[in-house]
C-alpha cells in the first residue's frame, strides 16, 4: 500500500489486528514519507529510524501473540518537550541541545505500555514560549498548506508533522494556546485535556499552573484513542485528579440534537480576519442543522483582561522554572570563566533565547519586591473571575464554541519583531488554560488555501461532550479529509 503514511490511528489499528500489514511495514512507510518531505517542512528535531524499528519489530511480536491495543505498533511524533528515556529531548533550545534524559515522562511510560512506535521529537517554540515556531533555537518549521507561513505554536513542529502524514500522530503541550492554535493553523485536530486530567511529570515545565500534555491527530476518533491511553491519576502529579477515566470512543455519536452551545461574543475580536469569522459562523450554522441549541447573546465579560492576566500569570511561573538552568547540573554551561557568578550569568545570556529571556525577565519583574502586589496577584484575582464566568456559563451551555485564532497561518517573519501582535495570536485559546477547562481545534473550512479552526470548549472533565460535538460536526463535513501538497 503506498499511502499507508496517510491513515489514522484506528485505521492503521484495524489493518494491524487483520494482519494485513505489519508496524515494520507501516513504520516503514511513515519514515520513507517523512524523509521525503521533512526537508521542506522542518517539523522534527530528531528522527528515531533505529528505535522506531526496534519498537515496531517488539509490536509485531506482541500482534502475533494476540496482544494487541488501539495503538500498538502505531508511528508516533512527541513534541520535543516531553522526556522520552535515551532520547535527546532539546525543548528547542542550545540550554539543553544535548540533554538525554534518564527517564520517561508519565505519558511516554503510557504510550509505551500500549506498545507505540516512536519515530522521532518535533520542534517547538523555545521551551514552548510562542505561537508560530519561530522562536525555535535550531530553525523553523513550515505549514504544510504554504511553506512561507509558519504553522503556530508553539506545538507547530507535531502539527505539521501531523498535517504532511510524517506521522500518524503525535502528542503536542498547550499552556496557552500551543496545541490547539496550531491545529487550527494546520487542519488538524487538537485537544487540550482539563487540567489534572492527563500527568505532567516528565513535561518540561513552562507555566506548572496552565501546562497540559495532548494529543494533535488527523481525525476526532484519534482523539479519543489518545485520551483513553494517556489519561488517569499520577502519583508523582499531585495536581492530577484521581477520578475514573471513561472511554472516550464511547462519546463518539453524530447526534447532538439538544445539545445547548453557546457563542461568547468576546471571542469574535476586533480585527478578526473577515474570512475567518464567517467560516466559524458557516461552522456554527451547520452545528445548528445538525439539531444543536445555538444561543449567539453569551457574554465572558472578563475574557478581555485574559490576555494581559496570562503575560502576568505564564512569565512568572516561567521565571521561577526557568531558574534552575543555571549551567552545574545539566544543560548548557558557560566555562569560560572562572568566577561561578559570571559562568550563571553567560549560560543564561547564551543558552536562552530572545523570548524565553523576555518572558523570564518579564515574571520576574512581575514576582519583584514592591510590584508583586500590583501585578501578580491581580493577575491571580483576575484568573478567578475569568474562571467564574466560565462555570456561569456551564451553569447554561453544554459546550462554547469560538474560533480557535483571529487570522489564518500568516507569513514566517511577519510577526517576529512584534511581540505584542504575536501575542495577539492566542487571544482566543489562552482565557481555557487560565481556567483549566478543556478545548479542542476541529478543522471547519479554508481561506485562500489555508486552514481555519473552530474551537470547543467545555467544562471540567467534560472530554466526552467536547469530542462527541467534535465527531457529530466532523462526519457532516469534509475539511478533515483535505491534505495539503508539498511542493
Known sequence: MSDLH????????????????SSVELTEAVLEHLHKVEGKVRACVTITDKQALEYAKAADKAIAAGNIKP???????????????????????????NFVPPYDANVIEKLKADGYVIVGKTNMDEFAMGSSTENSAFFVTHNPWNLDCVPGGSSGGSAAATASDEAIYSLGSDTG?????????????????????????????FASSLDQIGPITKDVTDSALIMNSISGYDKRDSTTMPCEVPDYTKALKS????????????????????????????AIQKLEE????????????????ALAAYYILAPSEASANLARYDGVKYGFSYRDTTNMWEAMEKTKQYGFGAEVKRRIMLGTYALSAGYYDAYYLKAQKVRTLIKRDFEKAFGQYDVLVTPVSPTTAFKIGEKVDDPVQMYLSDVCTLPINIAGVPAISIPAGFVDGLPVGMQIIGKHFSEEMLLRVAYAYEQATPWHTKKPTIA
Open 290 to 305: 445538525l439539531g444543536a441549541k445555538v444561543d449567539r447573546n453569551v457574554s465572558l465579560p472578563y475574557t478581555e483582561y
Open 177 to 205: 494556546g500551543s496545541i490547539r492554535q496550531p491545529a487550527g493553523l494546520c487542519g488538524v485536530v487538537g485537544l487540550k485535556p482539563t487540567y489534572g486530567r492527563v500527568s505532567r511529570y516528565g513535561l518540561v515545565a
Open 71 to 97: 495503538l500498538t505498533g502505531v508511528p508516533a511524533l512527541i513534541k520535543d518537550v516531553i522526556c522520552t528515556k535515551g532520547i535527546r529531548t532539546t525543548c528547542s533550545s542550545k540550554m539543553l541541545e
Open 255 to 282: 447526534d447532538i440534537r439538544n445539545v445547548r452551545i453557546g457563542i461568547p461574543k468576546e471571542y469574535f475580536v476586533e480585527g478578526m480576519q473577515p474570512a475567518v469569522r464567517k467560516a466559524v459562523e458557516t
Open 6 to 21: 496517510k491513515i489514522t490511528i484506528h485505521e492503521a489499528h484495524k489493518l494491524l489486528k487483520e494482519k494485513k500489514v
